[in-house]
């Protein structure tokens, strides 16, 4: 049973860069052909992808974000971790980490991480 884990703070001030770490146990982020996701949903409104990273160490972000966002992994802990830069209150959101099971879709989430963006 694959499981992930979102971690880090819980709250980031106005201009400061996000920082959250999605450990994955059950599995390896190097397995083919998994993409390795980050998604977010602020209060009242639906969810938002961010970018994902995949089995190959290749990303893609949302092109909304792109110039903010920034995933990585560290392959020896089978973590991946997503870095938002000059975060303001409309980051703040539950941030979740998830895996894509080409084709199938979304098949393994964490259980959220709240986030809220305050001086």
């Known amino acids: 049973q694959v499981q992930l884990q979102e971690s880090g703070p819980g709250l980031v001030k106005p201009s400061q860069t996000l920082s959250l770490t999605c450990t994955v146990s059950?599995?390896?982020?190097?397995?083919?052909?998994?993409?390795w996701s980050w998604i977010r949903q602020p209060p009242g409104k639906g969810l938002e992808w961010m970018g994902y990273?995949?089995?190959?160490?290749?990303?893609y972000y949302s092109p909304s974000l792109k110039s903010r966002t920034s995933i990585s992994r560290d392959t020896s802990k089978n973590q991946f971790t997503l870095q938002l830069s000059s975060v303001t209150p409309e980051d703040a959101a539950v941030y979740y980490c998830?895996?894509?099971?080409?084709?199938?879709?979304?098949?393994?989430w964490g259980q959220g991480t709240q986030v809220t963006v305050s001086s």
């Open positions: 059950g599995g390896s982020i190097t397995t083919n052909y998994y993409y």
């Open positions: 998830a895996r894509v099971n080409i084709p199938f879709g979304y098949d393994y």
């Open positions: 990273i995949a089995y190959s160490g290749s990303t």
